[in-house]
């Protein structure tokens, strides 16, 4: 997703707040390795043989445990979300194929989007995978205004995404773009790259001489959604696919649209701490492989996400 310092783009234009991850109820999935019937190990059975083709890539950690933890913020459809209790959606099938190159079983935990990295940065996740926009903010552990908070994550790159702007379906107030906002109210969740964008384009506003934007900022994207869709807002920002994806499915379409083009296209990325570089490392080789063999784009496809792909894994590419 595209946050203060922690961003969806935080892919769903979804940068680095510290907050605790809110675990109560948290949702699992596993993206199950491939496995062979003989001379092959399971993963996590502490045996050698895995038949994945990057098993060995990775650290013996994980090769013993055979289990690589997610942490994720499961509001983003189509890039993740919940369905009948499990999550879904780009990434969690993602890590499905990444599993299958790797040999281990992705498993996934919804919690708070700004309190991501600090979890990652703690332990309590191996990875974070939530379109989490890759920018240099987050690369170095900066908060808006260029303080240190921490050391910051590296990012593995596997997708590419905007800022859009979404209305009520009609569009009753004319909005084309974000720069129409000024003066109006905009909804939109906290702690992501498109609250930021909103920020720009409010000081853009001001210094024009015009209304700054009432940016309305909430916990989560579905507040966010629901203050659009009930006036209070004449407009939401989310990542591009994720507005599209709200666009066709809420209420069979019937809700909202999404007005001009994408902005700001910036990578989405696999947040790893940065002492775990050989995990990283074998995270890259595995997004290549996916694209090789055509499970990436065949993931994309699926969800209406095409867009979006890249041909080629990069390691900190945000800027």
């Known amino acids: 997703m595209t946050a203060s310092t922690l961003c969806r783009s935080t892919a769903k234009s979804r940068i680095a707040a510290v907050c605790a991850v809110a675990v109560a109820g948290t949702l699992l999935l596993t993206a199950c390795g491939d496995q062979t019937e003989s001379g092959s ?21 994980y090769q013993k445990s055979g289990v690589i933890k997610v942490g994720t913020n499961a509001e983003y459809a189509p890039m993740e979300s919940v369905e009948n209790g499990t999550i879904v959606g780009v990434d969690p099938d993602l890590a499905a194929a990444l599993g299958k190159q ?6 996934f935990t ?10 990652l940065n703690t332990g309590r996740h191996d990875i974070a995978m939530s379109s989490i926009t890759d920018n240099k903010q987050r690369q170095e552990g900066l908060d808006d205004s260029g303080k240190k908070l921490g050391k910051g994550v590296d990012f593995v790159d596997y997708f590419l995404a905007g800022t859009a702007v979404y209305t009520k379906k009609g569009n009753p107030e004319g909005i084309k773009s974000i720069e129409d906002l000024c ?14 964008a909103l920020q720009k384009q409010s000081k853009a506003c001001t210094d024009g001489g015009k209304k700054a934007v009432d940016i309305q900022s909430f916990e989560n994207d579905t507040e966010a959604q629901t203050r ?20 066709r499915k809420a209420n069979g379409g019937k809700d909202f649209e999404v007005v001009g083009e994408q902005v700001d296209a910036g990578p989405f990325g696999i947040a790893v701490n940065k002492d775990n570089t050989e995990l990283r490392d074998a995270l890259k080789e595995a ?29 900190n590419g945000g800027k």
């Open 287 to 315: 997004v290549d492989a996916i694209i090789a063999d055509g499970s990436y784009q065949k993931v994309l496809d699926k969800w209406g996400a095409g867009t979006g792909a890249i041909d080629k894994a990069t390691v």
């Open 41 to 61: 190990k399971k993963a996590g059975d502490g045996t050698s043989g895995n038949s994945a083709p990057l098993f060995d890539k990775l650290p013996e950690k």
């Open 183 to 196: 003066g109006k109210g905009a909804a939109v969740q906290r702690g992501t790259t498109y609250e930021k």
């Open 228 to 247: 659009v869709k009930s006036g209070g807002a004449v407009a939401g920002v989310n990542d591009y696919p994720v507005a599209l994806d709200l666009a």
């Open 102 to 107: 790797l040999g281990v079983k992705f498993e």
């Open 110 to 119: 919804s919690g708070s989007f700004d309190g991501l990295i600090t979890a």
